[in-house]
């Protein structure tokens, strides 16, 4: 009898035991799931905190920004760092300047690596993969290698405190050429031929046919084609002399002169000024710029 009991109380335990599992499992599961919330919060503040810190500096008056214990929030808020910016350092013109070489870029940019990248896709030529291959090759090569020869030709051209000195060198870039090409290559030819069928030219093909299915590699060539021109600094300082042709990076670059160099309430919002035609843009273009980024990553 004492032997039966044992067994009865033992089964009893293993039972007691199974029922417990599925409930510790359970809570194990939103354990884990609390810590990965909660470490992707502490990741997104901490990606944040410069951010914060910088606009909060720049709405404080000068000097405020070192001040013990520091303040988020600044007290009293105030625009001057803005105003001093654009009524006494030519912030406008400079901001005139990167909005005009940017847009110029990325719409020239557009037009010419789709060119590109539509006859790499769609026509054969001879030499085709050869010549793709050495486009491709050039990537290879850093950019600051053919400043130099580009400044000197630039020079005997006149274009040097000209506006076509910086748009010129970004019209056309392998990186685009290869992102639309690789897109484009999706589009059925069978759907080409139907257009050639009915008599359409193969520049209303490109126009009306190719271009419109290519919009979401469009818009992500845009946005890094208008980051890439925007926040570009080594070309613009090398080519424009002048303080009335500065962009935006060079003109912030030279807040930190000997004048300026603890004005960083100052610099902050120049960095501000910087960053929000760029922050606006993304996220303008989020949506065509992540179906771009993952356009062609599935193979059906």
Not at 7 to 36: E, N, Y
Not at 49 to 67: D, E, Q, R, V
Not at 107 to 126: D, E
Not at 207 to 222: G, I, M, R
Request: proline share 6%.
């Amino acid at each position: 009898m004492h032997s039966l009991a044992v067994d009865f109380s033992q089964h009893g335990a293993s039972i007691g035991q199974r029922a417990t599992r599925p409930r510790c499992a359970a809570m194990w599961t939103r354990g884990k799931s609390v810590l990965l919330h909660l470490a992707l919060v502490a990741v997104f503040a901490l990606t944040l905190a410069p951010f914060a810190w910088m606009l909060s500096t720049s709405l404080k008056p000068t000097g405020a920004s070192f001040t013990l214990p520091p303040q988020w929030i600044p007290r009293p808020a105030t625009l001057t760092q803005y105003r001093t910016l654009f009524a006494q350092m030519n912030f406008a013109r400079a901001t005139l300047n990167s909005l005009v070489v940017a847009v110029s870029v990325t719409v020239l940019g557009l037009f010419i690596n789709s060119l590109a990248g539509f006859a790499f896709a769609k026509y054969q030529f001879p030499g085709r993969q050869r010549l793709f291959g050495l486009l491709l090759a050039s990537m290879m090569i850093p950019g600051q290698v053919a400043m130099l020869p580009l400044f000197m030709m630039f020079n005997k051209l006149g274009l040097l405190n000209n506006y076509l000195g910086l748009i010129i060198p970004g019209m056309a870039s392998m990186f685009g050429i290869f992102l639309l090409k690789q897109f484009m290559m999706s589009i059925p030819d069978a759907l080409l031929d139907s257009a050639r069928i009915d008599g359409a030219s193969e520049w209303r093909i490109y126009w009306q046919v190719v271009l419109p299915l290519t919009k979401p590699a469009l818009a992500t060539l845009a946005v890094f084609s208008f980051m890439g021109a925007w926040n570009d600094f080594l070309w613009p300082l090398i080519v424009m002399t002048k303080q009335s042709m500065y962009t935006l990076p060079v003109a912030l670059a030279n807040l930190t002169g000997e004048e300026h160099r603890t004005q960083y309430e100052l610099l902050m919002a120049g960095s501000v000024v910087v960053i929000l035609p760029i922050a606006i843009a993304f996220l303008a273009m989020q949506r065509f710029y992540m179906s771009g980024i993952t356009a062609g990553s599935v193979k059906e």
